[in-house]
């Protein structure tokens, strides 16, 4: 599979190199839920871990909100394990019902890997250019200024870690056109399907537009 003329393991390690420099943090992270932007990152990461001498580890979150969830999460840990990745589930029991659910978990992904994660490690992220233009339709629609409208950050510091998103340039559809190529599945969350949710809509916007435009 070839991203815009360079194969999607050059763009990634091209991304690596942009995003932390020479002298990069020892443990690098990966945040892993089975979909396919993190299943592509998975095996990616691991191969360039594997070249440059770095192990990579993945965390994978079980927020229990649907039964499927804990055996999609130790699904996870089974790949990890084929390939020599070290892999920790992390659990969320503390939502109460209340609130915008989809904020509060992403919220506590967050929290749970940066408490997980080796201090100053650098924790990547499968978020994709899809991604990028879906959470600029979600703040547009709500109303955001001119800072709220900022494009998604390729690298930020917080919580004593270094967080990166090396996929901001690939589109989705990409990295599923590489894994079908390998023959890799992923875990398909009905979640994002559902239509009740924010970016569940703008992701059908866009997609319909492309579709229209194509």
């Known amino acids: ?12 390690a091209d991304s690596m190199g942009q995003l932390l420099g020479p ?27 594997r070249a440059q001498g770095k192990a990579v580890s993945a965390l994978t979150v079980d927020h229990g909100l649907r039964d499927e969830a804990a055996t999609e999460a130790a699904r996870v840990a ?7 990745v070290a892999h920790r589930t992390l659990d969320w029991p503390d ?10 978990a992403r919220a506590a992904r967050y929290d749970l890997i940066a408490n997980a994660a080796p201090a100053g490690a650098a924790i990547l992220i499968g978020h994709t ?9 979600i703040r547009l629609a709500r109303g955001s200024g001119v800072d709220g409208l900022s494009r998604m950050r390729s690298t930020w510091t917080d919580r ?14 990409a990295l599923r056109d590489w894994l079908h ?13 559902d239509t009740q949710y924010d970016r569940v809509r703008m992701r059908q916007a866009l ?8």
Do not use: K, Y
Not at 2 to 12: E, I, M
Not at 39 to 45: K, P, Y
Not at 186 to 192: A, E, H, K, L, S
């Open 1 to 12: 599979m070839v991203v815009t003329g360079v194969s999607l393991d050059q763009r990634f």
């Open 23 to 49: 002298d990069f943090p020892t443990d690098i992270g990966l945040a892993v839920s089975g979909g396919g932007d993190s299943m592509a990152l998975l095996h990616v990461a691991q191969a360039w871990g």
């Open 78 to 84: 089974e790949i990890c394990a084929d390939l020599g």
């Open 95 to 104: 939502w109460d019902g209340q609130g915008n659910l989809q904020a509060m």
């Open 129 to 137: 250019m899809d991604d990028a233009a879906e959470t600029f339709l």
């Open 160 to 173: 004593g870690h270094l967080w990166l998103r090396p996929f901001l340039t690939v589109r989705r559809a």
């Open 181 to 193: 190529d390998r023959e890799i599945g992923w875990i398909d969350d009905p979640t994002n399907d």
């Open 207 to 214: 997609d319909q537009a492309r579709s229209t435009a194509g």
